[in-house]
């Protein structure tokens, strides 16, 4: 048996077990097969084929632009509610809108998933808009902490995050910086999952410290 029919095979094996449970099936047995079922397509990424040899090179071509754990977190955020890391985001986006869509949309239907296929493709252009948003703030932020000293980026970070202070001339570099970067950077770290419940507080100590070091630079 081939690559190919092995990969087929176990494919078709898993939605007919699906269907076969039918509404008894729980949620996490749901995800668990739609994770298998990715897990194997990355598998044999190298010998699967479909009957259009159009789909067949996109499958190809798609699938080897982004990693296998890459691809079972983007399936879990669209079918099981679960995170994704600005990382994969940002492989994600990399990946190209026209591979996300092809993955989502061949995974919605299958026949166990397809009643709800709009619903996935609406949550897959939710996802794509967000990892946009947080590839451009990662471009950004890379921009930016050109326009910085290591030592004075981590000063900043310090007064938003920490309540320590700043030297007059990491206000006069700041300033320097622009506002643009300054809100870029302290955004960026204040949307972290274990900061962003203080987002509003960090975001209104970052205006505090742009004011000082504005106050700063105009009397030097």
């Given at each position: 048996?081939?690559?190919?029919?092995?990969?087929?095979?176990?494919?078709?094996?898993?939605?007919?077990?699906?269907?076969?449970?039918?509404?008894?099936?729980?949620?996490?047995?749901?995800?668990?097969?739609?994770?298998?079922?990715?897990?194997?397509?990355?598998?044999?990424?190298?010998?699967?084929?479909?009957?259009?040899?159009?789909?067949?090179?996109l499958w190809?071509?798609?699938?080897?632009?982004?990693?296998?754990?890459?691809?079972?977190?983007i399936?879990?955020?669209?079918?099981?509610?679960?995170?994704?890391?600005?990382?994969?985001?940002?492989?994600?986006?990399?990946?190209?809108?026209?591979?996300?869509?092809?993955?989502?949309?061949?995974?919605?239907?299958?026949?166990?998933?397809?009643?709800?296929?709009?619903?996935?493709?609406?949550?897959?252009?939710?996802?794509?808009?967000?990892?946009?948003?947080?590839?451009?703030?990662?471009?950004?932020?890379?921009?930016?902490l050109?326009?910085?000293?290591?030592?004075?980026?981590?000063?900043?970070?310090?007064?938003?995050f920490?309540?320590?202070?700043?030297?007059?001339?990491?206000?006069?570099?700041?300033?320097q910086?622009?506002?643009?970067?300054?809100?870029?950077?302290?955004?960026?770290?204040?949307?972290?999952?274990?900061?962003?419940?203080?987002?509003?507080?960090?975001?209104?100590?970052?205006?505090?410290?742009?004011?000082?070091?504005?106050s700063?630079?105009?009397?030097?």
């Amino acid at each position: 048996m081939t690559n190919t029919n092995i990969l087929i095979y176990y494919i078709n094996t898993f939605a007919t077990y699906f269907e076969n449970i039918g509404t008894m099936a729980h949620t996490s047995s749901r995800t668990t097969i739609v994770f298998i079922v990715a897990a194997l397509i990355c598998a044999f990424v190298p010998a699967f084929s479909v009957e259009e040899a159009e789909a067949k090179s996109l499958w190809d071509t798609c699938l080897l632009k982004i990693s296998p754990k890459c691809a079972l977190d983007i399936i879990g955020v669209v079918f099981e509610n679960l995170t994704i890391t600005d990382a994969c985001c940002h492989d994600l986006v990399q990946e190209g809108k026209m591979c996300h869509d092809t993955l989502i949309k061949y995974i919605a239907e299958k026949p166990h998933l397809v009643a709800h296929e709009t619903e996935y493709l609406k949550k897959s252009d939710d996802l794509w808009t967000h990892c946009v948003s947080k590839a451009e703030a990662k471009s950004l932020w890379d921009t930016c902490l050109l326009k910085i000293s290591p030592k004075c980026a981590l000063d900043i970070i310090g007064v938003v995050f920490e309540n320590l202070t700043i030297t007059d001339a990491c206000c006069h570099d700041l300033v320097q910086e622009g506002k643009m970067c300054h809100d870029t950077l302290i955004k960026y770290i204040a949307e972290k999952p274990h900061l962003v419940a203080h987002e509003t507080e960090y975001l209104k100590k970052s205006d505090d410290l742009w004011s000082h070091c504005v106050s700063i630079s105009q009397t030097a």
